[in-house]
């Protein structure tokens, strides 16, 4: 009889462990002896990070999106639908076309921005983190002669970098542009340092006050008054915008939260170095589905996709899941328009930013292409 | 610490987004009154957990060196 492996979500993690499954085990797939089948609510697979590019006009979103069947092994069975409901003790997944049983089940639905927990949030900011929010975004900031503006981030959110990513541009964005000194630029923190990594707030400092870019930390956003364009702090200070760009805070699906299998917040408790879902035997998590305390990005689905398949492969075979997640993590960080830095951290080695270069840039452009060959599993 | 936590986060190796950003997100979604602790192993948490809930206005209900972490306890009051 055939074992069934059900993955959830079709982005960055639930794409590259059904590639990576099927590839694994060739043999088996053929045969009929393992079945795995990817649920997917959209046709298209969209690389998130395109969206700061886009954001600048540096890059167009045909680049950064690709239909899922064509990023998926022959040995995926892709199904479109949209689940509604888990129910982990029957192990069957309830769509709107169809009902799906499994053996095992992958997770991987990723976490949702959420503009609605903080009024006046969604009638008058602006982001990046939205395929819509960045093509708005991209139109203010080619209008935008004069005035401020503000950055603030809530938590949780996806992709630690790219507020910092998307300060550093905007100060370059209006040099270029010949306006840097009609533009007062603040970014904002949640807490008392400008970004989590002592070792890049320390880095991210110093460029702060070489380009003249204001900040404040402690700030976590509580209110937007869009009759006096006022940031408003849950520690009480007041910014004055005329373009506020928010990191808004993220759920976790709603799947999740409609299925009672996360916290408050829909993320799930998920075993840190296993991976798999605590308190069920059947269910793996990987990515921003999860509520592990480390950063919601794809890198951290594409260094977890390994140990969910090393994983899922020795269950299938009657054996115990020995591979073990370290933290891992790695992120470039856009300091300029044509310069970057990387950053490499796990559970146990703490984070040293590379010194940022152009080469670093050109690399990070270059990721971005070939992100397509490691969703398919050929990287 | 004869308060009992009603949540429990566990922040340990968590560089990025950080024990504190971890405790924010929790306590932005906890009801007035929960107690919500923190294990860390950044020592920094000792110093930035208690100035953020103090520039906040929250309760410090505790902090204890454990040896290899720190066992911090807020009490949400707003």
Redesign the interface.
């Known amino acids: 009889m055939s074992q069934n492996v059900v993955i959830l979500g079709g982005g960055v993690g639930g794409t590259m462990v059904a590639n990576h499954l099927v590839r694994t085990i060739p043999e088996e797939i053929r045969s009929g002896e393992i079945t795995v089948t990817l649920l997917a609510n959209e046709q298209k697979h969209t690389y998130q990070p395109g969206f700061l590019f886009v954001a600048f006009n540096e890059g167009h979103m045909g680049q950064f999106e690709r239909n899922e069947k064509a990023l998926l092994s022959p040995g995926v069975n892709l199904i479109s639908d949209n689940i509604v409901r888990v129910d982990k003790d029957a192990k069957k997944l309830h769509g709107e076309k169809g009902v799906y049983s499994y053996d095992y089940l992958v997770i991987s639905t990723g976490s949702v921005p959420t503009f609605d927990t903080i009024p006046g949030q969604a009638e008058d900011s602006h982001n990046f983190y939205t395929r819509q929010g960045a093509f708005q975004l991209r139109d203010a900031l080619s209008k935008f002669q004069a005035g401020k503006i503000v950055v603030t981030v809530d ?2 959110h996806k992709c ?1 970098a790219a507020p910092l990513e998307m300060t550093l541009m905007l100060d370059d964005y209006f040099r270029v542009r010949g306006l840097r000194d009609k533009v007062d630029i603040t970014y904002t923190y ?3 340092r400008v970004h ?3 070792s890049v707030a320390d880095w991210a400092l110093k460029e702060f006050e070489n380009r003249g870019i204001q900040y404040e930390t ?1 700030f ?1 956003l509580s209110e937007v008054d869009t009759r006096k364009k006022l940031a408003i702090s ?2 009480g200070s007041e910014l004055p915008y005329d373009l506020l760009i928010t990191i808004p ?1 993220h759920r976790g699906a709603k799947v999740i939260l409609d299925s009672n299998l996360g916290d ?2 829909g993320f799930i408790p998920t075993d ?1 170095h296993s991976l798999k879902m605590l308190g069920d035997d059947h269910i793996y998590v990987l990515g921003d589905a999860t509520n592990l ?3 919601k990005a794809g890198s951290t689905a594409h260094y977890q996709t390994e140990t969910v398949v090393q994983n899922l492969i020795s269950e299938l075979h009657g054996l115990s899941p020995r591979a073990h997640y370290d ?1 891992k ?1 790695v992120c470039f960080l856009e300091s300029k328009m044509d310069q970057a830095s990387f950053i490499e ?4 080695r ?2 040293q930013p590379a010194v940022p270069s152009e080469m670093l840039h050109w690399f990070k452009l270059a990721y971005n292409e070939m992100y397509w060959l490691f969703a398919r599993g050929l990287l | 610490m004869a308060v009992q936590a009603d949540k429990m986060v566990d922040a340990r190796g968590s560089f990025c987004p950080g024990p504190l950003m971890e405790l924010i997100k929790t306590v932005k979604t906890a009801p007035v009154g929960s107690v919500i602790e923190v294990l860390s192993n950044d020592q920094g948490s000792a110093k930035d957990i208690p100035q953020w809930v103090n520039k906040v206005g929250h309760e410090l209900v505790y902090s204890e060196d454990m040896g290899d972490h720190w066992k911090i306890a807020v009490r949400k009051v707003k």
């Open positions: 938590v949780p630690p949640p807490i008392g989590a990594l002592q402690f976590n849950m520690e805070t408050e917040q840190r305390p480390i950063s933290g993590v951290f796990s559970y146990n703490p984070p």
